[in-house]
């Protein structure tokens, strides 16, 4: 998979949501890698960050792609430790011991998943 095909399923996976309109996800993928560097949600409040994340998470599973990131607020109303939180509820950990840089193993965490079934 290539970054524009990755880009393009998040699109219609946002598009099939109804979130199109609603959300920014900015991602892309190297290295066989993804490397997510926004969620922005232009109402608030409404489960819509929620809602685009687990499609993102969704399609990244599928073709078994790791995710790394930059814990950044957009803006001065977002808390960074409750977005950290956020991220942590969703599988994500910290790299290295540093305090903004977050990794999601996503083939690692499946195997895990099954091995336990």
């Given at each position: 998979?290539?970054?524009?095909?990755?880009?393009?399923?998040?699109?219609?996976?946002?598009?099939?949501?109804?979130?199109?309109?609603?959300?920014?996800?900015?991602?892309?993928?190297?290295?066989?890698?993804?490397?997510?560097?926004?969620?922005?949600?232009?109402?608030?409040?409404?489960?819509?960050?929620?809602r685009?994340?687990?499609?993102?998470?969704?399609?990244?599973?599928?073709?078994?792609?790791?995710?790394?990131?930059?814990?950044?607020?957009?803006?001065d109303?977002?808390?960074?430790?409750?977005?950290?939180?956020?991220?942590?509820?969703?599988?994500?950990?910290?790299?290295?011991g540093?305090?903004?840089?977050?990794?999601?193993k996503?083939?690692?965490?499946?195997?895990?998943?099954?091995?336990?079934?």
């Amino acid at each position: 998979m290539t970054s524009d095909e990755l880009v393009e399923k998040v699109q219609i996976a946002l598009s099939n949501a109804g979130l199109s309109n609603v959300v920014t996800l900015d991602c892309e993928l190297s290295n066989g890698e993804v490397s997510l560097d926004r969620i922005d949600s232009k109402v608030r409040g409404q489960g819509n960050g929620k809602r685009a994340l687990e499609c993102f998470l969704s399609i990244c599973d599928e073709h078994c792609l790791d995710i790394r990131l930059i814990v950044r607020p957009l803006d001065d109303s977002t808390d960074k430790a409750k977005l950290i939180a956020w991220y942590v509820r969703n599988d994500f950990v910290f790299v290295d011991g540093q305090c903004s840089k977050m990794r999601r193993k996503t083939c690692h965490r499946l195997l895990s998943s099954n091995d336990q079934n």
